[in-house]
């Protein structure tokens, strides 16, 4: 099997773990939310909330949220997250940083992820995000799917997938404090 990595939310180089499927992030995380006074928000990973079986690219259970918290568009594709063990229950919530001060409600929250394929023999894996709120119970939107990875890959790939049933009547206390809930299966 093989892994997703995600840094700067991607990267780097992993020791093969037999049949495990890994999926690396390096840049992810960088979640662009339009807002209903007309601005633009960028919100990144700065903390660490829950964290089940993921790790950096020291293999590492924290800091996480510093692997994955550069800009996209300028990737450092040595530090990363992913999947420690085989999918199962496997997830890690990011905080991000608090919304603007002008900041009403979300119109729309789109996600952008950087990722590779590491190990993988013959399976696919799959890295899933939903948005929740400080207390990680209540959520902000639905869960998407992010990318399915089928076989190795180097960190090219990059996807913006839109948040769907996103709570557009949640003001800006409900955003402070939200994470990223990201989930390997």
């Known amino acids: 099997m093989g892994r997703t990595e995600i840094g700067q939310w991607a990267s780097s180089i992993l020791t093969e773990i037999g049949e495990r499927v890994f999926d690396p992030i390096t840049e992810t995380g960088l979640l662009v939310f339009d807002l209903d006074v007309g601005l633009t928000a960028t919100l990144i990973a ?23 918290d550069d800009d996209i568009d300028s990737p450092d594709d040595t530090d990363y997250i992913n999947n420690a063990i085989a999918p199962g229950t496997v997830e890690y919530f990011p ?3 608090d919304p603007p001060e002008a900041f009403g409600v979300a119109v729309s929250a789109t996600i952008r992820a950087r990722f590779r394929g590491f190990n993988f023999w013959g399976q696919s894996l799959t890295l899933f995000a939903q948005l929740y709120k400080e207390d990680e119970a209540t959520t902000l939107s639905d869960e998407i799917t992010v990318t399915t990875v089928l076989a190795n890959s180097a960190f090219s790939n990059t996807v913006a997938i839109t948040f769907t049933g996103l709570d557009t009547s949640a003001g800006k206390p409900a955003w402070v404090g939200a994470r990223v809930r990201y989930r390997w299966a």
Do not use: H, K, R, W
């Open 46 to 68: 700065t903390g660490d909330g829950s964290i089940v079986d993921v790790v950096n690219e020291l293999d590492a259970a924290s800091p996480l949220f510093s692997s994955i």
């Open 95 to 97: 905080l991000l940083t």
